[in-house]
């Protein structure tokens, strides 16, 4: 597995982890867990975002 791809999986694996927890949090109505799950998305997306930037180059 070369580099981009394990970035991708992992980029992806966060968002998914953390979109995971934003629902489970919003069912349980504990905003804090959701918010957080929320945060996570974002840092996988950034990382996508960033390591995306950084092949492109």
């Given at each position: 597995?070369n580099e ?18 934003v629902i ?34």
């Open positions: 597995m981009s791809a394990r970035a991708r999986l992992i980029g992806g694996a966060m968002v998914l982890v953390g979109l995971v927890q489970l949090g919003t069912r349980q109505g504990d905003t804090i867990f959701a918010g957080l799950g929320g945060a996570y998305a974002l840092i996988g997306i950034a990382y996508l975002y960033a390591h995306g930037r950084e092949t492109s180059q």
